[in-house]
């Protein structure tokens, strides 16, 4: 790799480690876990950049592809010894202290657990690119082989049904 790829490769990386690390949190639930999903993405991008080709498609979209079968080998290896990420979506650092605000993250993280619950798997994966990953609708709609117009429409039912999972009425 030549020095001015790298340096590139840095550049991309301090851009896109964020919104890759809220990715991988969200669909992991865990910081650790996060950590090493997006180890492995960066790492997988690393040896394939000399090879990436910008005339089929953009490296956010070619970034998070790779984040994408990196969080699902992840699942595959978890399957495997037991557990599943979701029960842990939320497990964020209170911002103030106290038990009292404590309890109140727990119960919120635990409705939106329970409403991302009711999704099937590719509407969560979809939420989660666009939510945590900051994807837009035509990059998702690449990542996942689907429309554009067939991702906005899922994204519109997910929220609404969150909604009305979390209010308990029509939202």
Same mark, same amino acid.
């Not at 090493?36 to 070619?62: H, Y």
């Not at 990542?143 to 939202?171: C, D, H, P, Q, Y």
């Given at each position: 790799?030549?020095?001015?790829?790298?340096?590139?490769?840095?550049?991309f990386?301090e851009?896109?480690?964020?919104?890759?690390?809220?990715?991988?949190?969200h669909?992991t639930?865990?910081?650790?876990?996060?950590?090493?999903?997006?180890?492995?993405?960066?790492?997988?991008?690393?040896?394939?950049?000399?090879?990436?080709?910008?005339?089929?498609?953009?490296?956010?979209?070619? *970034?998070? !592809?790779?984040?994408?079968?990196? #969080? =699902?080998?992840?699942?595959?290896?978890?399957? @495997?010894?037991?557990?599943?990420? +979701?029960?842990?979506?939320?497990?964020?650092?209170?911002?103030?202290?106290?038990?009292?605000h404590?309890?109140?993250?727990?119960?919120?993280?635990?409705?939106v657990?329970?409403?991302?619950?009711?999704?099937?798997?590719?509407?969560?994966?979809?939420?989660s690119l666009?939510?945590?990953?900051?994807?837009?609708?035509?990059?998702?709609?690449? *990542?996942? !082989?689907?429309?554009?117009?067939? #991702? =906005?429409?899922?994204?519109?039912?997910?929220? @609404?049904?969150?909604?009305?999972? +979390?209010?308990?009425?029509?939202?």
């Amino acid at each position: 790799m030549t020095e001015n790829m790298a340096q590139g490769f840095a550049e991309f990386y301090e851009e896109w480690f964020p919104k890759v690390y809220n990715y991988a949190r969200h669909r992991t639930g865990s910081a650790t876990r996060a950590d090493e999903v997006v180890s492995e993405t960066f790492s997988r991008a690393l040896r394939s950049w000399p090879s990436f080709d910008p005339a089929k498609g953009d490296r956010r979209t070619w *970034l998070f !592809s790779i984040a994408f079968r990196a #969080v =699902a080998d992840h699942y595959r290896s978890e399957k @495997r010894r037991g557990w599943f990420g +979701l029960d842990f979506l939320l497990g964020l650092e209170p911002r103030e202290p106290g038990p009292e605000h404590q309890l109140e993250q727990a119960q919120e993280s635990g409705r939106v657990v329970s409403a991302l619950g009711d999704l099937s798997q590719e509407h969560r994966e979809i939420v989660s690119l666009k939510c945590f990953g900051g994807l837009t609708n035509r990059a998702i709609a690449k *990542l996942m !082989s689907l429309t554009e117009t067939n #991702v =906005a429409v899922i994204l519109f039912r997910s929220v @609404r049904l969150m909604r009305k999972n +979390l209010s308990g009425v029509e939202a």
